[in-house]
């Protein structure tokens, strides 16, 4: 089977920086990834990493420990407009299912 | 073009209806995807389509009847649904290989089921 785990929720204040955690278990892996969504809209990409290593693109990073079966998504500066519901995902296969953690409520407050 | 166009925005449909979601993206993406999602939770994969050929079902009951008539459009087709179906219905496409790991997603149909 498959499963990821990440907190249900977390709040920071703004300019802080905030690290969501995520432990995966697939049969297969190609790949962690991050999505963004905010209330009433669609998931959009964020971050993949599909090596060991600190990914850096703007304000978010993101790590992958393959070992450990764990990343985090590290987000610095925080802004209100960060409150939104952040997703982990994998890939399980070499084909295409994508599957997604229960996803992380972020609420920044000023 | 970098979208992924889903049409209707919102659907309201009876038990007994026929109805589609449509989808379209020319991002030259050769993988499209049909996710649902309910309130609070993460986007549960139905359906991958892959070179316009169905490569994954995730036993979802046949009164969803997806379709992909092009490497630009799919479709999913409503019959017999239940009130327990309403849900945003989202599509996303991607690149094959290790471009599977970036899904670009639409913006969702707001299915409800009276």
């Known amino acids: 089977g498959q499963s990821l785990e990440q907190p249900s929720e977390v709040t920071a204040v703004e300019g802080a920086i905030v690290q969501i955690n995520c432990t995966y278990q697939t049969s297969g892996f190609y790949g962690l990834s991050w999505y963004q969504q905010h209330d009433g809209g669609a998931p959009t990409f964020l971050s993949y990493n599909g090596l060991d290593g600190l990914e850096e693109t703007g304000r978010f990073s993101s790590f992958l420990s393959r070992s450990d079966s764990y990343g985090y998504l590290l987000l610095q500066e925080l802004q209100m407009k960060d409150s939104a519901s952040y997703f982990c995902a994998v890939r399980d296969t070499g084909g295409f299912k994508t599957i997604f953690g229960a996803g992380t409520r972020l609420f920044v407050k000023a | 073009d970098t979208e992924v166009t889903q049409t209707p925005k919102h659907l309201v449909m009876g038990m007994t209806n026929k109805k589609s979601l449509k989808c379209e993206q020319h991002m030259g993406h050769r993988a499209m995807y049909w996710y649902k999602q309910k309130a609070k939770k993460p986007p549960e994969l139905m359906f991958v389509y892959s070179y316009e050929k169905l490569s994954i079902n995730e036993s979802v009951p046949s009164r969803f009847s997806p379709e992909c008539p092009n490497s630009s459009l799919l479709n999913l087709h409503l019959h017999a649904l239940q009130p327990e179906d309403s849900a945003l219905y989202l599509c996303?496409?991607?690149?094959?290989?290790?471009?599977?790991?970036?899904?670009?997603f639409g913006a969702g149909s707001r299915l409800t089921v009276l």
């Open positions: 996303a496409s991607s690149q094959e290989g290790a471009g599977a790991n970036v899904l670009t």
